[in-house]
T-cell receptor
Framework: GAVVSQHPSWVICKSGTSVKIECRSLDFQATTMFWYRQFPKQSLMLMATSNEGSKATYEQGVEKDKFLINHASLTLSTLTVTSAHPEDSSFYIC?????????????FGPGTRLTVT | AQKITQTQPGMFVQEKEAVTLDCTYDTSDPSYGLFWYKQPSSGEMIFLIYQGSYDQQNATEGRYSLNFQKARKSANLVISASQLGDSAMYFCAMREGRSTGNQFYFGTGTSLTVIP
């Protein structure tokens, strides 16, 4: 099946620094990628929809200036957490739609665990 | 209103027995898709099964089947012959409309523990 990778798989950073998380579709092209955040023992919450070549669409309550999303190519979307704080510590998961796949196929990355100290 | 409701925070099942995980959904869109994902402790979301709103028959994938009751707006997951490796979080999700760009709505999940 299609593979989506995320890098890094885990990261620890100091408060006030910025962290970039990459999401790549390895063997298919994706015009749309989604970024989710998941707190421990909770569900996935959609943060934003990333569209190749255009601005991301953010969900209500998500600060677009804090969570910068760039979808520069059909296989890569990045999420940058700027000026990270401990409350940003979470599990971040991306997913991607295969342009050539069936209507329902969506593939998830393995996630990135961010810890802000 | 919640788009997806999973009312069982935790479930236990004996190994080799069948278990049903409940999921109800809310939408006014006639076209939608329902999904179940498994999330083990590693965090990866593993796709299990899909049911389209216009599908006439319940979806099945190996030991997984989806009990789709459209009038009741329920899409329960049935796992037959449970295995120890089935212990994980299970999420029900829905996508509305036919657009491939539409977002998923996830339920709060059910933690399944398979007892040997």
């Amino acid at each position: 099946g299609a593979v989506v990778s995320q890098h890094p798989s885990w990261v620890i950073c100091k408060s006030g620094t910025s962290v970039k998380i990459e999401c790549r579709s390895l063997d298919f092209q994706a015009t749309t990628m989604f970024w989710y955040r998941q707190f421990p023992k909770q569900s996935l919450m959609l943060m934003a929809t990333s569209n190749e070549g255009s601005k991301a669409t953010y969900e209500q309550g998500v600060e677009k200036d804090k969570f910068l999303i760039n979808h520069a190519s059909l296989t890569l979307s990045t999420l940058t957490v700027t000026s990270a704080h401990p409350e940003d510590s979470s599990f971040y998961i991306c997913s991607a739609r295969d342009m050539a796949g069936t209507a329902y196929e969506q593939y998830f990355g393995p996630g990135t665990r961010l810890t802000v100290t | 209103a919640q788009k997806i409701t999973q009312t069982q925070p935790g479930m236990f099942v004996q190994e080799k027995e069948a278990v049903t995980l409940d999921c109800t959904y809310d939408t006014s869109d006639p076209s939608y898709g329902l999904f179940w994902y498994k999330q083990p402790s590693s965090g990866e979301m593993i796709f299990l099964i899909y049911q389209g709103s216009y599908d006439q028959q319940n979806a099945t994938e190996g030991r997984y089947s989806l009990n789709f009751q459209k009038a009741r707006k329920s899409a329960n997951l049935v796992i037959s012959a449970s295995q120890l490796g089935d212990s994980a979080m299970y999420f029900c999700a829905m996508r509305e409309g036919r657009s491939t760009g539409n977002q998923f709505y996830f339920g709060t999940g059910t933690s399944l523990t398979v007892i040997p």
